[in-house]
């Protein structure tokens, strides 16, 4: 199982960014799909998340109404549009995917079992 994250850079407070994550290799379920960030000194957290169905999402307090996450089941890929970024944005992002169906919910970091390998969303003021 490989996640490939992609989209992150350097963008001025204000501006938007898409981050893009596709899982390639093996076949395997996608179930639900999240992005979680970590800052400099600080503990990964989520930031949002989506159903395998896509029905249902959630998102971090902090980025309700600035980001929005979406899924593409054929091509096994997940989007976080980020939009009026701000400097406490600024974070390596990773995506994360469900391969084995739990009952966490989804924004409890034990239900993602793959991982990939982080995109620097940097945010100048």
Known sequence: VQLQASG???????????????????TFPTYAMGWFRQ?????????????????STY??????????ISRDNANRAVYLHMNSLKPED?????????????????????KYDSWGQGTLVTVSS
């Open 8 to 26: 992150g850079g350097l963008v001025q407070a204000g501006g938007s960014l898409r981050l893009s994550c596709a899982a390639s290799g093996r």
């Open 39 to 55: 800052a400099p000194g600080k503990e990964r957290e989520i930031v949002a998340a989506i159903s395998w169905t896509g029905t």
């Open 59 to 68: 998102y971090a307090d902090s980025v309700k109404g600035r980001f929005t």
């Open 90 to 110: 600024t974070a390596v992002y990773y995506c994360a995917v469900e391969t084995g169906r739990t009952y966490y919910q989804l924004s409890t970091r034990d």
